[in-house]
């Protein structure tokens, strides 16, 4: 397929990609979209528009996509089974690619019980697999899941989406083979690029990506690290003990406990960890889940040495000079 959007022409190109997280409000406050696209311009190549994250009523992921457009960030807009059938999910496919949206990543989706509307009906008519399968028929056949032509009247061309397709891995959950088997059934049905859950355990990052590429998944897939600064020794241990699926060696629990400044210390690790990252094979980015903490992206960025990024018109992002004016 030939390279369409930004993130896909500069994974195609070999570079070393960025992508960073933005969560919609939870209200109709477009200024909150536009503040935090404002932030991400320049320093990250495309940036993913979460879609209800953990089970919360937030803005649709499709019009803060839109509105983060506009602010001349691209974005990845996340799309979960949870809240639409299959009629549903390629309808706002095709109305997403028709706003300028190229980029999609396949999510299930956290159960409702764990957001604030915990009674509200799940829909789960495909899982995150079959979603990315009927993203890549719609763009690859023209055809709906049904199977009927993406086409008006017969006459008339085929206009699919022609969408960047993407999912997430868990390198982390137990057991370890069955993470690699979940990702070669993704890779199956149709996923371009991978964005992993955050990483904090390297250790174990290194054994689970080891395992994909003895499979030779790296080289049919792009994959993007995930990772989330940490601000606090609470949050450490809040990551470790509460969020399932995620491992915090005792290490970056003692490192964070001793610093004097735990947000500058989890800044520090995040930095390293890119550094490692970018020495393993298989590894063709990262993914920067800054949790509301959006304003230390581009300091992230230019300390790991990530600056410029390619720009969309061909011309760089901002330099490292004017990054280090600016902080």
Not at 126 to 147: A, H, N, P, W, Y
Not at 207 to 229: F, K, M, N, S
Not at 259 to 280: D, F, N, S, T
């Amino acid at each position: 397929m030939k390279a369409g959007s930004h993130l896909e022409k500069v994974l195609a190109s070999g570079e070393f990609a960025v992508t960073a997280e933005l969560g919609p409000p939870k209200s109709a406050d477009v200024q909150v979209v536009v503040e935090k696209a404002q932030i991400l311009a320049g320093y990250v190549d495309a940036v993913n528009i979460t879609d209800n994250q953990t089970a919360i009523a937030r803005m649709s992921s499709i019009a803060a996509a839109k509105l983060a457009l506009e602010q001349g960030v691209e974005p990845v807009m996340q799309m979960v089974c949870r809240d639409r059938n299959r009629l549903a999910l390629q309808s706002d496919i095709l109305g997403a690619y028709a706003l300028g949206i190229h980029n999609i990543l396949c999510l299930t989706g956290d159960h409702q019980t764990f957001g604030n509307h915990p009674t509200a009906k799940n829909v789960f008519d495909l899982d995150s697999i079959q979603l990315v399968q009927l993203v890549r028929q719609m763009r690859d056949e023209g055809k709906f899941l049904c199977g009927e032509e993406i086409r008006n009247r017969k006459r008339d061309p085929i206009v699919a989406p022609r969408m960047f397709i993407g999912a997430a891995a868990n390198p982390f959950a137990d057991p370890l083979p069955y993470r690699v088997v979940r990702l070669a059934k993704k890779v199956k049905a149709g996923a371009d690029f991978i964005q992993t859950q955050c990483i904090y355990d390297l250790a174990r990052f290194k054994e689970w990506l080891d395992r994909v590429c003895e499979r030779g998944l790296h080289e049919q897939v792009y994959i993007l690290a995930g990772l989330t600064p940490l601000k606090s020794a609470g949050m450490a241990r809040y990551m470790r003990d509460k969020v399932a699926g995620i491992t915090v060696p005792d290490e970056i629990i003692k490192r964070m406990e001793a610093a004097k400044e735990p947000a500058e210390e989890g800044i520090q690790i995040c930095v390293e960890q890119i550094a490692e990252l970018r020495e393993m094979e298989g590894i063709a980015g990262v993914h920067l889940m800054a949790i509301e903490w959006e304003q230390q992206v581009p300091t992230i960025v230019e300390r790991a040495g990530l600056l410029p990024r390619p720009h969309p018109s061909g011309e760089s992002g901002p330099s490292e000079e004017v990054m280090r004016t600016e902080s």
